[in-house]
Every structure is written in C-alpha cells, then in structure tokens.
C-alpha cells in the first residue's frame, strides 16, 4: 500500500535560526510586532510499504541518514492521512 | 495575549520541486523505494495580537506581502495550540 508520511525538521534548541531572525527582522521593519520566527523544513513523502508502521521505520531512518543533520537538529515524523 | 501561528507554505501544482526531486533520487539511491518528495517551508511565529483573528488576519497579509511567492506557491495559516 502506498502511505504518505511528513517529515518534520527543526532546529534545537539554542541553534541559531538566521533565517527566521531574517523574517522576524523584516517583518518587523514592515510593522508586524513579530516576537519570533523559527522555521522548519518539512518532506512530505510517499512510498509503498506492508504496513504504516514499516513506512515510519524505513523513514524514521532515512531521516536519521540524509534528512536531518543531528547535531543541530531534531525531527518528527507523522503520517499525512 | 500572544499567539502562536504556523504559515505553511508549498509549490503550486505544477512546479517543479528541485530539492524534492533530489531528495526522492537521493533516497532512492539509498535503497528506499520512494515515489514522491514534496518539500514544504513553514515558519512558526509567535505575536501579540487582540485576538487570535487579528493575529491570523496579520500573518494572512504578511504570507501575501513577504512569505510566500503567490506565482509559484499557495500557503496556509493556522493557529499552533
């Protein structure tokens, strides 16, 4: 069966998120009163497993190899229904 | 009070997503039969606001002005509980 799973990255906590300091600085230039901005990356992937669970495994250690740099970064995983 | 909110945002149908072709090759390359990668960015961002209308209707015109590239990309906006 095909699943569709949402990959989910962010920074921990204490890195620096320079392209959110970017947005939160230009938004306030334009008269937002914006207390923060962090980003997040987010792959939405699709591909055919046996069950749900096999396709979050399979992911979950896709993510751990390419997807998310772990010294500076957590992930997440959730199925997209 | 202070508001937190998510602004998604993804590429039009239609437009080619070039990190997520490289993400879906990449993944392939490593042994996971992937069918699709769709990348989206998202920014969480915390304001201060009447209420959490006002603070949506902010980051709607903001999305429009500053975040998303309404040529390419659709985004959407949702309060983070």
Redesign the interface.
Known sequence: M?YSLEV?IELKKGVIDAE?ET?KK??NL?G?????????????????AESEEEAME??DE?AR???ANPVIQNYSISAVK
Chains 1, 2 share one sequence.
Do not use: F, P, W
Request: no cysteine.
């Open positions: 095909q989910r959110g947005v230009t938004l334009l937002y009163e914006v207390e923060g901005v962090n980003t997040v990356s987010v792959y939405v992937i699709r591909l055919s399979k992911m896709a190899r390419l997807l």
